[in-house]
């Protein structure tokens, strides 16, 4: 068995390549690193940093049912508040909403938590930060429960 076991890349499904692609572009600055189209098939592998991060494969319809089983929600971690306070402000020049109103605690005291939204297909994604929300006025939304579990 292995030592240490990572996650390499994310592969997500999407029903528009080119307005997921920009979408994941502009949020996270992610950098195309390649992709294509092999008669109805297309993708797109997104890097940061020369890293894939994210690929994405235009071979769905409709939207991402979190009622289904599969996939809950995809969770990005960063350093800093101000960086989760980032993405919460590109998330509102693109017109969206973040739930919860904004950035809220994981749990009641906690140090921890994010900014919860989701993408064009409706798939459920977290920006969150292990410290920096305690002296954070957002209340928690989820009562004893999670805050990433019911979003």
């Known amino acids: 068995m292995a030592t240490a076991l990572n996650t390499g890349h994310i592969g ?4 528009d390549l080119d307005v997921s692609v920009a979408f994941y572009q502009r949020l996270f600055g992610f950098e195309a690193r390649t992709g294509g189209r092999d008669g109805q098939a297309e993708w797109a592998f997104l890097s940061r940093d ?3 991060v994210l690929t994405l494969w235009r071979q769905s319809a409709g939207v991402f049912d979190t009622g289904a089983p599969g996939l ?3 969770s990005f971690q ?8 980032a993405v919460e402000a590109n998330l509102r020049e693109l017109g969206l909403t973040p739930r919860h109103g904004g950035a809220v605690p994981h749990g009641e005291g906690a140090d921890s938590g994010g900014v919860f939204f989701t993408d064009p297909d409706g798939i459920r994604l977290e920006v969150y930060t292990p410290a920096g929300l305690a002296e954070d006025t957002a209340a928690k939304p989820a009562g004893d429960a999670p805050t990433c579990g019911f979003f």
Do not use: K, S, Y
């Open 78 to 85: 960063v350093d800093t508040l101000d960086e989760v306070r």
């Open 12 to 15: 997500l499904n999407v029903t």
């Open 72 to 74: 809950h929600h995809l």
């Open 50 to 52: 020369g890293r894939l």
